[in-house]
C-alpha cells in the first residue's frame, strides 16, 4: 500500500506501481480525502484542477490529508488515448482489477489496492472526453444519504443520483469497501472550460469543508438541476452504421420517446439513418465527435428529479 508522508506540507511521489501522487498533509489530525482524474486518458478537467488546487491548499489549516492521483492512466493521457494503449482496456470498467491481469486490470488493482484503503471519502474527476459532451455534473448513489449530502455540497450545476452503481468502476471498487463517493462530469471536447475549471476546484475545496477538513461553508452558486437514473453510458442510442454524425439536440435539451436526435449520413451527405430518442427526458449525454461506427453511443436520456 502507499506510505503517506507523516509531516505537513505538499508531498509529490510515486505508489509502488508508479502512479504519480500528490499528497497535502495537514497540521491537524482529521480525514483523509482520495481525489483521482485521468481515468481516462483524454479528459484533462480534473487533472488541472488537482494540481491548482493542491499548489493553493495551505496545510497549517488543514484537518487530515488531501491525497490524490491527478493523471491516474498516465500511459493513456500520454498516448491522448481514452483507453490504456497497451491493451485497449477502459479503466472504467476494470476495478477491482488483477494483479496478474492485462495492464489496465493491474492498474485497477494497484490504484484499488495502494489507494482506496486510504480514503475516507472519495471523489472521481470525469469529464465528456475527446468524443462526448457531458453536463456539468456531480454523481451519486441514491441509497447513500452520505453521497447525497457531498453532491449538494460539491455546488456543481446538475447533480445525478444513480439507484445502481454497475460493477467495473472506481467508484464501485469504493462502494465496496464502504467508502462514500462523488463522481463528477464536465462538457469535454478535450478542452478545459473555465466554467469546469472552476466548479471542480471549488467543489474539491466544498468537499474539504463538508468533510469539516478546512473552515467556512461549502459556496453553492446556485440550486442545481438534479437528474436521476441508471447512466451507463455504454447503453445509450448507438450508431446502427458507419459514417458522419449530425445531432440535432443539445445537451440538457428535453426529448420525447421517438424524436428524431439527428442523422448520420455518408460520404456525399446521404443520409443512412436517423436515430431516435428512446424515452422521455433530457438529453444526458452527447457525441461531438462526428466520424462514427456502428456501434458507437451517440446519446444518453436521463429523467428529471421532481421535487
Not at 67 to 94: C, F, K, M, S, W
Not at 249 to 267: D, F, N, T, W, Y
Request: charged fraction near 20%.
Amino acid at each position: 500500500m502507499l506510505s503517506l508522508p507523516s509531516e505537513p506540507g505538499l508531498h509529490r511521489l510515486c505508489s509502488p506501481n508508479d502512479i504519480p501522487a500528490i499528497v497535502v498533509r495537514g497540521a491537524a489530525t482529521g480525514p483523509t480525502l482520495l481525489v483521482s482524474a485521468g481515468v481516462h486518458g483524454d479528459e484533462y478537467e480534473g487533472v488541472r484542477a488537482i494540481f491548482e488546487t493542491v499548489e493553493e491548499l495551505d496545510p497549517q489549516a488543514l484537518r487530515g490529508t488531501l491525497l490524490t492521483a491527478p493523471i491516474l492512466n498516465y500511459p493513456a493521457h500520454r498516448a491522448v488515448e481514452r483507453n490504456h494503449p497497451a491493451d485497449g482496456g477502459n479503466l472504467a470498467r476494470q476495478f477491482p482489477g488483477r494483479a496478474d491481469g492485462t495492464p489496465s486490470e493491474r492498474l485497477a488493482f494497484a490504484f484499488d489496492s495502494e489507494f482506496l484503503p486510504h480514503a475516507d471519502f472519495y471523489l472521481d474527476l470525469h469529464s465528456g472526453g475527446i468524443r462526448f459532451a457531458m453536463p456539468s455534473m456531480a454523481g451519486y448513489e441514491t441509497a447513500d444519504p452520505r453521497g447525497r449530502a457531498a453532491a449538494e455540497a460539491f455546488g456543481a450545476p446538475v447533480i445525478w443520483g444513480h439507484p445502481v452503481i454497475e460493477p467495473g468502476r472506481t467508484i464501485s471498487s469504493a462502494r465496496a469497501r464502504g467508502i462514500p463517493f462523488l463522481y463528477t462530469e464536465a462538457r469535454g471536447a478535450g478542452r478545459i472550460h473555465p466554467d469546469d475549471l472552476l466548479m471542480m476546484r471549488r467543489g474539491i475545496v466544498n468537499l474539504m469543508k463538508h468533510l469539516r477538513m478546512l473552515d467556512g461553508r461549502p459556496e453553492i452558486p446556485a440550486p442545481p438541476l438534479r437528474l436521476h437514473g441508471i447512466g451507463n453510458t455504454d447503453e445509450g442510442v448507438s450508431a446502427t452504421v458507419d459514417g458522419f454524425w449530425m445531432p440535432s439536440v443539445s445537451l440538457l435539451e428535453p426529448v420525447r420517446a421517438g424524436q428524431p436526435i439527428g442523422r448520420i449520413v455518408s460520404e456525399i451527405g446521404e443520409v443512412l439513418a436517423i436515430p431516435e430518442a428512446p424515452a422521455d427526458g433530457l438529453v444526458g449525454l452527447l457525441r461531438k465527435l462526428p466520424p462514427v461506427s456502428a456501434g458507437d453511443v451517440l446519446l444518453l436520456v436521463a429523467a428529471r428529479e421532481e421535487a
